[in-house]
């Protein structure tokens, strides 16, 4: 058979060559009633043929075993035999275009990628086929198109949506282990047994949406898309580490964030209850030190601790007050993203797509809108938590270095405002008009050439 299943309309789909041999041991199936095989099959290819009322499978069928599984007397039995996966090639690097700026390899997640000089040809960025996984993301950040890539599978756009797994929905057939052509790209929980998208590997050729009997595999935001695999990891590295009899260092790593997580909930709770403007701030030295050692037999120290901590994002809010919101459209002309949707005469609503620059606060004649920022950051060795509410757009200072700066043009190139641009000289030219500090500039930076400091 070389089919899959659409998972919206249960209808065949080319996808790649699989045999699902079966044999069904009918003196067995005979004592069962119930037959709970027929409930579990997602694509109704299990069914009980009238003719001679015995139990079969149809062609549609993929191999996913829930139905071997659901069977209380084992009289089932299946052989799936799957061709394996198509692979997108190696990404082809033109040596000619490539300006050695580094992003491919800061991108790769699989350190593939490595910077060659021979003397002989200019600089430029060199990927080890051997290792290479394929997901793409080098070809997508190329400030210079210098990267080939996408010749079987469709190109994966810049930017945009993720691919993620519902784990709620997800029946654990594990059909889009099998399809991906990503190695790496999809894992299986040590916890849950489910499978979860690594974002980092994805090449979101939707392989995997298409053929999922059960409509789990679905497009989110790359935030929630990113929140969710870190989340997943988390308890997989613990439940790793376990296995191999440290847990004391997973009980550490799990009450250090903790800890965190305890300090900045008490402070945000007393901030909740305070009168302020625009910026609160509170020192946490003593209050971390307390609970480290309630936590940890060993204590980190303070001025080590705010090395590590820097500048820590705990909460980023942003929310619409119904009752004030007028749907005047205000706020709709001037977020520089299309975050803001309208339906009228209802309150805006604010989507994923929101950076926080604070310009809907600013221009909302109502006060409808609400931001703040929950963070820990260092200064003079002092930790500290602080909360900074936004009453307009988000202001602060760039940094560029240019030491560091390769002109490789990936921040002009996202910047969503045009507030950086790339002269002749092959220069970064900031215009502070048009920054509304967004730090997208600076998170997506490869040699971390660019720091916004002095959020005010």
């Keep these: 058979m070389s089919v899959m299943i659409d998972s919206f309309t249960k209808t065949p789909r080319p996808l790649r060559h699989v045999d699902v041999d079966y044999v069904v041991d009918h003196t067995k199936c005979a004592e069962c009633k119930e037959k709970p095989c027929l409930e579990s099959c997602p694509i109704d290819a299990i069914y009980l043929d009238k003719s001679d009322n015995l139990i079969k499978l149809r062609t549609t069928c993929f191999g996913c075993v829930l139905c ?104 654990g057939c594990m059909t889009c282990t099998r399809v991906c052509p990503s190695m790496g790209a999809i894992n299986v929980g040590r916890t849950n047994k489910l499978p979860y998208i690594n974002p980092g590997y994805c090449a979101r050729c939707e392989e995997c949406m298409h053929s999922c009997p059960s409509g789990a595999i679905r497009y989110s935001s790359r935030k929630k898309a990113y929140k969710m695999y870190s989340e997943i990891k988390s ?163 760039f940094i560029l270095s240019d030491n560091k700066c390769q002109a490789c043009e990936i921040c002009a190139k996202n910047c969503p405002t045009d507030a950086l641009r790339l002269t002749s000289e092959d220069k970064i030219e900031f215009d502070s008009e048009k920054c509304i500090y967004c730090r997208n500039c600076e998170a997506i930076c490869p040699v971390d050439a660019i720091r916004i400091i002095n959020f005010r």
């Excluded at 209380?72 to 061709?83: E, H, N, Q, T």
């Excluded at 350190?111 to 996984?133: F, L, N, Q, R, Y």
């Excluded at 997508?140 to 691919?163: Q, S």
């Design 68 to 171: 071997r599984n659901a069977c209380p007397y084992d009289a089932l039995s299946l052989d799936v035999k799957m061709d394996p996966p198509i692979k997108e090639n190696v990404p082809n690097i033109n040596t000619k275009l490539c300006k050695a700026c580094g992003a491919c390899v800061q991108a790769c997640k699989n350190g593939s990628i490595h910077m060659v000089s021979d003397g002989i040809h200019e600089p430029h960025s060199e990927i080890d086929k051997d290792t290479c996984v394929r997901c793409g993301y080098c070809f997508r950040v190329c400030p210079t198109d210098a990267i080939k890539y996408g010749e079987l599978l469709p190109k994966t756009v810049k930017g945009g949506k993720a691919v993620v797994i519902n784990q709620k929905n997800c029946i």
């Design 235 to 397: 308890y997989d590295i613990v439940s790793s580490i376990v296995d191999h009899d440290v847990k004391k260092l997973s009980l550490d790593l799990i009450s250090l964030n903790k800890v965190l997580e305890k300090v900045g909930a008490k402070i945000a709770l007393e901030f909740d209850d305070q009168n302020f403007e625009h910026f609160i701030e509170c020192e946490v030295n003593d209050m971390m030190e307390k609970e480290l050692k309630l936590s940890l037999d060993t204590v980190i120290e303070i001025d080590k601790f705010t090395e590590l901590v820097g500048s820590y994002l705990m909460d980023r809010n942003i929310e619409v007050y119904d009752k004030k919101c007028v749907a005047c459209g205000e706020c709709f002309n001037v977020c520089p993203v299309g975050a803001i949707e309208l339906d009228g005469p209802n309150p805006i609503k604010i989507n994923n797509d929101c950076i926080f620059c604070g310009k809907c606060v600013e221009i909302c004649q109502f006060d409808a809108i609400g931001a703040y920022d929950d963070y820990f950051y260092s200064k003079n060795q002092n930790l500290y938590y602080a909360r900074s509410y936004l009453y307009k757009q988000r202001l602060g200072d």
